[in-house]
């Protein structure tokens, strides 16, 4: 680190020091550390909790969507009693019934498979001469339908369930740009009240010095050196200090709730403890670095690539949706009938009595307009994402330019400005100097002294800055959850 900003990290540093102590109540309270900052912000901030809701819903929308391929049960019966009228027949009566217990299941082709079995039984009124009755039926069998265009394949198939497990992935990652956001935004609100409290001791020390000039130039009035005029500049300089140390209070307490808003949840009752620059062991950045980083790790950027993904899952199956319906189905059985349930359980493994089905169909709708029209609308959704990312690179490209060239401004800045202070401090020591020697006035006196605060607070400003666009950096690069340890799941 350079002797120049040395210097002013240490001016920050004293200020901030003296305003925390000035803010504290009588009670101690704690100091607060930029970490200490961040980690309560990762506990307590409304928007990351807010965001982590959005995380659980694309979770249980994939945990619904994974039940496609989970096999349903049926089971049901059914007795149906028929009793007909002897004026008009021979009036029988027929009492059925059927019990049935099955299993279904989507498998990845896009085939719907069913295993069932029944059970039924068949009573008739006596005299109708049958040799069973009743009469007992058990049956077994099994049913496939495979699409052979329309909604075949796994890409058709497991098109909504790939969907949704991208949409976690999406969903993780905008948690982890809204963790980002937070981080920066927490940086910057502690740098602004280290600002703000460090204006404030500066304000106050010019406060002190325009008193101390007020109070020579009364002395000096009393020996006839001063006039009236000399204590009336000297008395409006130090209400104009009061002033200026009435709003530095009024941003204190500003930055101190801005900050508290974001590390907390309605607690601005409890003061903010001191806080403080952490020392700077940030190496210089570099584009390509940054950049590659960025690349590989913004969050907005990885998830458009997500997203395109998932809208080439919607085109495969647009354009699957844009064939005709021709579906191969297949159903073997085998029964067993007896006069009782065990008897006719026990004859459908013989196979003596069995069936089978064999059936294409074929559906088209004339002309699969709208269906083409979907698939159509679908790949203008796959370009236009498609289009975005490219935008987002070019944006991430200029905007880590931005950021580092940024960084190395306010680094050069830095140095500049306390050159500045050094010169201003000379030159109000040099004209407080004249006024005492009786060859200066007041009024000049108050000037140099109000260049001097100014050139305090610019100071501390550009330091403020430089740590403000090395946060700002830290978020297109996403290493600031790395830097503070931040675990995102």
Known sequence: MSRPLARALLLALSCTAFAGLRAQDAAPVPD????????????????????????????????????????????????????????????????????????????????????????????????????????????????????????AGSTVTKATLERTRIGVTIAGLSYKGRVLQVIRDTEAAYYNLIFARGQLAVKEKSQQLAEQLLEENKTRKLTGVATDLDVLSAEVGVANARNGVLLAHQAVRNSEDALT?????????????????????????????????????????????????QLEIDAATAKNGALPTLNLGGTVGYNGTDRTYGKAIGNVPNG??????????????????????????????????????????????????????????????????????????????????????????SRQVLQTQDDLETARVNELQAIVNLRTAVANLHQLDSTSIARFHVAVQ
């Open 32 to 151: 607060l550390s930029l970490d200490q900052a961040v980690a309560r912000a990762m506990q307590k901030n409304f928007d990351l909790k807010i965001e982590s809701f959005s995380t659980e819903i694309a979770k249980e929308s994939f945990n619904a969507a994974d039940t496609l391929f989970e096999p349903t049960f049926i089971a049901g019966t059914t007795r149906t009693v028929v009793q007909g009228d002897p004026a008009v027949g021979s009036g029988q009566k027929t009492d059925f019934t059927d019990s049935r217990l099955g299993v279904q299941q989507l498998i990845s082709t896009g085939a719907s498979v069913n295993l069932s079995t029944s059970l039924d039984r068949n009573a008739y009124n006596p005299g109708t001469g049958l040799s069973l009755n009743p009469s007992f039926n058990s049956d077994v069998s099994l049913n496939i339908v495979q699409p052979l265009l329309r909604g």
């Open 261 to 309: 808003a974001l590390i907390g949840q309605f607690e601005f009752s409890t003061p903010v403890g001191a806080v403080a620059l952490p020392a700077d062991t940030e190496a210089v950045p570099t584009f390509d670095r940054s950049y590659q980083l960025a690349r590989d790790n913004q969050p907005d950027y990885v998830a458009t690539q997500h997203s395109i993904r």
């Open 352 to 441: 003596d009595a069995y069936n089978w089905q064999l059936d294409l169909s074929l559906s088209v709708p004339w002309g699969l307009h709208a269906d083409k029209a979907r698939y159509r609308s679908a790949m203008a959704s796959l370009r236009q994402q498609q289009t975005r990312l490219q935008q987002i690179e070019q944006n991430l490209l200029v905007n880590v330019r931005t950021a580092v060239r940024a960084v190395d401004t306010n680094r050069q800045s830095v140095e500049i400005v306390a050159k500045a202070t050094e010169l201003a401090q000379r030159q109000y020591e040099l004209e407080l100097a004249r006024f005492k020697a009786g060859l200066s006035t």
